[in-house]
């Protein structure tokens, strides 16, 4: 799959020539404060942990990955956006529920860069009839990313604790919408 240019930014799957960008990433404690308490990744845990994790769930024909963020005019890398099934590393993945996640240099914060980038690729991934739903998880008070997930057209539809054998247990939101493209689609006949 292939994700077009969106108004000032361009998408391209993320690999492991990425590893040093991806490190870069999450070497600021604001950017990790609602992933792991603020604490920055080690270039050991990119190369065995993340990248790996990563090539898991990775699918350039569905569109499954990480897609680096860049900004077209500079060129610079700003960051990502996930698209994986929801639930992908539990005993039951949710295939036609594509989760969406985003994490940003917080020099970009509040510059609309991480809403255009998920709204982008949500439509573009919307054109596959198999994605029926789409959701996207935060921590109760990451302000930020729950307004990304409204601007993209998700709705609250409620708080629990998610397990990640990473991570941990975390209190979250969940936030989902369904397909309408693909309901529309099937009206217009």
């Not at 990119?46 to 990955?65: D, L, Q, S, T």
């Not at 990502?80 to 240099?105: A, C, K, T, Y």
């Amino acid at each position: 799959m292939n994700i077009t240019s969106s108004n000032r930014l361009s998408y391209k799957l993320i690999d492991e020539s990425d590893s040093e960008f991806l490190y870069q990433l999450d070497q600021n404690p604001e950017v990790m404060r609602y992933i792991n308490g603020g604490v920055e990744t080690t270039r050991e845990d990119i190369v065995n942990k993340f990248i790996p994790r990563h090539n898991a769930y990775k699918n350039p024909n569905k569109g499954w990955g990480l897609w680096k963020v860049t900004i077209t005019a500079t060129k610079e890398s700003i960051g990502w956006i996930l698209v994986r099934p929801m639930d992908f590393f539990s005993d039951r993945p949710i295939w036609h529920d594509i989760e969406l996640g985003w994490r940003f240099l917080q020099s970009t914060w509040g510059k609309g860069y991480a809403s255009e980038a998920a709204i982008h690729i949500q439509q573009a991934l919307a054109k596959q009839p198999e994605n029926k739903i789409f959701s996207a998880i935060a921590m109760h008070d990451n302000a930020g990313s729950i307004a990304v997930m409204k601007k993209v057209g998700m709705e609250y539809v409620k708080s629990y604790t998610h397990s990640d054998s990473q991570l941990g247990d975390l209190d979250v939101v969940l936030y989902s919408m369904e397909n309408t493209s693909i309901s529309r689609k099937y009206a217009d006949r």
